[in-house]
């Protein structure tokens, strides 16, 4: 009944940094295209940022037991992870070179569950509003059939950052 599963990931340092010293697009362009490593996060839990344009970002993962919480199904931090990855990634995206990003709150609604029978979802994340110092982005979750599981909000704070 034991089951595992292994995983690599790249230098985390590298992408870091790279932080600020182009725009924010440029940057997830990067990553998407395997100039950047992704982050250790995408490979602990197998997310993937399959697209990034200016103020949209989008992630995908195939669900699987080892997301699942004790009752059965997809733990809900998996599903705030999506939904943050893609808000915030959507922000970074609209981000001139030299400022940076963090998330301030993340506000979560879970409307469907998911488990190993979902197949595969995707997160999508926009921009709704930004600011000098803070912007706002939004986050839905779909499944395989377009039927949305979950939705975000998130307050980002922007700030100037050093280059390495």
């Not at 940094?17 to 295209?33: E, K, N, T, Y």
């Not at 931090?77 to 981000?95: K, N």
């Not at 998330?103 to 190993?116: C, E, G, H, Q, T």
Request: hydrophobic content about 40%.
């Amino acid at each position: 009944m034991t089951r595992s599963r292994t995983f690599e990931w790249k230098d985390p340092s590298v992408s870091a940094a790279a932080v600020g010293q182009r725009s924010g697009l440029d940057f997830l362009q990067d990553i998407v295209a395997g100039r950047l490593p992704a982050p250790p996060i995408a490979a602990t839990l197998g997310i993937t940022l399959q697209q990034v344009e200016f103020g949209r970002a989008v992630f995908t993962m195939e669900p699987g037991e080892e997301h699942y919480n004790p009752i059965g199904s997809v733990h809900g931090g998996v599903y705030a992870t999506l939904l943050d990855s893609a808000a915030g990634c959507a922000v970074q995206s609209v981000l001139p070179a030299g400022t940076g990003y963090t998330s301030l709150d993340l506000n979560l609604k879970f409307l469907r569950p998911m488990s190993v029978d979902t197949g595969k979802v995707r997160a999508v994340g926009g921009v709704l509003n930004q600011g000098r110092r803070t912007a706002l982005a939004q986050a839905e979750l779909f499944d395989a059939q377009d039927r949305l599981l979950a939705h975000a909000t998130s307050s980002c704070m922007l700030f100037p950052v050093q280059s390495r």
